[in-house]
């Protein structure tokens, strides 16, 4: 499956479907509209589709990205900050890790 399949997917706006409920360390249980993965892909890709998922959700609405480049998880904080988001967590997995941003208004 190439990037592109894995950005598309379900469409976001009012009434928008949950794709999943986690639980964050911290944050308690919050509802997951669109995850993406970038588990193999290189700078600046994971950037890249984050800020076009972005643009896709809802005001408060929580997005996943799961990314194995250590790079990228560095300057998530910095780009949440940018796009006006919430950082609200970074998950070490076995691999990879799991990033959630909150869009803000």
Known sequence: MGWLDRLRGRRVGPGTTVL???????????????????????CPRP???TVKVIG???????IE???DNAAAVEGFPALAMKLNC???ATIR???????????GT
């Open 86 to 88: 919430a950082h609200l």
């Open 93 to 103: 997995e076995p691999g990879y890790w799991r990033m959630y941003l909150r869009r």
């Open 20 to 42: 999943r409920k986690v639980d964050l360390p911290g944050r308690g249980e919050v509802a997951v509209v669109r995850s993406i993965d970038c588990v193999g892909e290189m």
């Open 65 to 67: 990205l799961l990314t």
């Open 47 to 49: 950037q890249l589709l």
């Open 56 to 62: 896709e959700v809802g005001e408060g609405e929580v």
